[in-house]
């Protein structure tokens, strides 16, 4: 029993790029529906932590499955403030893919949307070049909530992604350790037409944001225009 449930957690999380948002337009659009939603309720990112941020990740609607093991699979974009001091306005978004996995007895599954504060540049950096493990290669924590929340903890300070969810309308700060980021290079290709490295599209600017990417962009230059980082 136990192999067949493994077999059909396999077969299924081997369909899902055939069965995800094909269309990297769609899923800049709902990123940027995400963020909108996120940033419009009360006891959301705080503006003092989004200021200070150099990147934003949003990933909507990740998938978990859990038969007999745990398992993630979310696609997404990246956007950074541009330029090599992350002093300009927010670039035009790089697609991103995040994927993980947690053993334990677990039944079901549900879609879950994450967004992901990357808050300095050695964080930026690793995540467009390579596959990163959060909480490994990268460090990673739940990040603080509410609109005047404490957000001085060591491991705030410390931390290089700060990471948040929002499932069945609950929003909270999570944590992701154990989940592998990576950019999207085949998403990338699709959306602009050629390939293109993650890092020349949201720090070198070498690419027009596309209009799918207006509400996502506008919303965050409007948010946290200037990066407030020491």
Same mark, same amino acid.
């Given at each position: =029993? ?5 077999? =059909?957690?396999?077969?299924? !999380?081997? $369909? !899902? ?5 094909? %269309?990297e ?6 990123a ?15 503006? %003092? ?26 696609? $997404? ?41 990357? =808050?300095?540049?050695r964080?930026? /950096? ?9 909480? $490994? ?19 705030? =300070? +410390?931390?290089?992604?700060? /990471? ?14 154990g989940?592998?980021? +990576?950019p %999207?290079?085949? $998403?990338?290709?699709? !959306? ?18 596309p209009?799918? /990417? ?14 407030? /980082?020491?």
């Amino acid at each position: =029993m136990k192999r067949i449930f493994s077999l =059909m957690v396999v077969m299924v !999380l081997a $369909g !899902l790029p055939a069965h995800a948002q094909k %269309d990297e337009n769609n899923r800049i659009q709902n990123a940027g529906k995400v963020m909108v939603e996120i940033l419009n309720v009360p006891d959301d990112i705080p503006k %003092d932590i989004l200021d200070k941020a150099e990147c934003v990740i949003v990933l909507p609607s990740v998938i978990k499955f859990a038969i007999g093991f745990g398992g993630s699979y979310g696609r $997404g974009v990246m956007t950074c403030r541009s330029g090599k001091d992350f002093n300009g306005r927010w670039s035009a978004p790089s697609m991103m893919a995040l994927e993980g996995g947690s053993f334990g007895f677990q039944l079901g599954g549900q879609a879950t949307d994450f967004v992901l504060l990357v =808050m300095n540049p050695r964080g930026a /950096s690793s995540i467009l070049t390579s596959q990163v493990k959060l909480g $490994g290669d990268v460090a990673a924590a739940a990040g603080p909530k509410g609109r005047s929340a404490a957000a001085s903890t060591d491991v705030t =300070m +410390r931390a290089e992604i700060l /990471s948040y969810s929002r499932s069945r309308g609950l929003f909270a700060g999570i944590s992701l350790e154990g989940s592998t980021l +990576r950019p %999207d290079n085949d $998403g990338n290709k699709r !959306l602009y037409g050629k390939g293109v490295s993650g890092q020349d599209i949201v720090i070198n600017s070498k690419i027009r944001p596309p209009a799918s /990417s207006k509400l996502l962009l506008a919303t965050l230059n409007k948010k946290s225009p200037r990066n407030k /980082s020491d």
